[in-house]
């Protein structure tokens, strides 16, 4: 199984499209980089984490999921950065291979020594662009694949097909 925890703020710093929603609302880049990752972890079948810093919000740390997307404020006083440390002792395991996205060098270094792999804002970003490129791609093979046309059939022949169909003469 594969893991990869995401810090959320990190993200909407760098990515531009989440840089320009950011500007108008916070609220609305976060939404958008969830949607962004719950797609992200449809195609890939990744379990996804992203925490998100609530560093001078008072109060204790709250979860919740979209679209098999765990989302994670850190609890008051709590950075982003030691919410992933320990989600990195909670999921690692023999079993399951963890990535970290952050551009933060600092804490790239601290998850890479705790055994979890790292990925940069950017490098997800590119990741996604790739995966959007795929499913285009993907669904234009499959259109190809599906029948033209359907046999047209006029109102008379349609009739006597359907009046043969539920066995009437």
């Known amino acids: 199984m594969i893991v990869l925890i995401v810090d959320g703020y990190n993200m909407i710093g760098d990515w531009p499209v989440l840089k320009e929603l ?17 797609e992200f972890q449809a195609y890939m ?6 925490v998100f810093d609530a560093y001078n919000v008072k109060g204790p740390e709250s979860r ?11 609890k008051e006083n709590e950075t982003a950065d030691e919410a992933i440390e320990k989600l990195i002792k909670e999921v690692k395991n ?14 790239q270094w601290t998850v890479f020594s705790q ?13 996604i662009q790739r995966m959007e490129k795929d499913i285009q791609i993907d669904l234009a093979n499959n259109q190809k694949l599906a029948p033209k046309h359907k046999i047209l059939l006029d109102q008379d ?13």
């Open 45 to 50: 079948d990744y379990r996804i984490i992203v």
């Open 94 to 107: 023999v079993k399951t291979k963890v990535y970290v996205a952050t551009s933060d060098f600092q804490e």
């Open 64 to 74: 919740e999921t979209f679209k098999k997307v765990q989302l994670i404020y850190t």
């Open 22 to 38: 950011k500007e108008k609302s916070l609220e609305e880049a976060r939404a958008k980089l969830v949607e962004l990752l719950a």
């Open 115 to 127: 055994g979890a792999l790292r990925k940069s804002a950017r490098e997800l970003f590119l990741e």
């Open 157 to 169: 022949l349609r009739s006597k097909f359907e009046k043969m169909r539920r066995g009437r003469k």
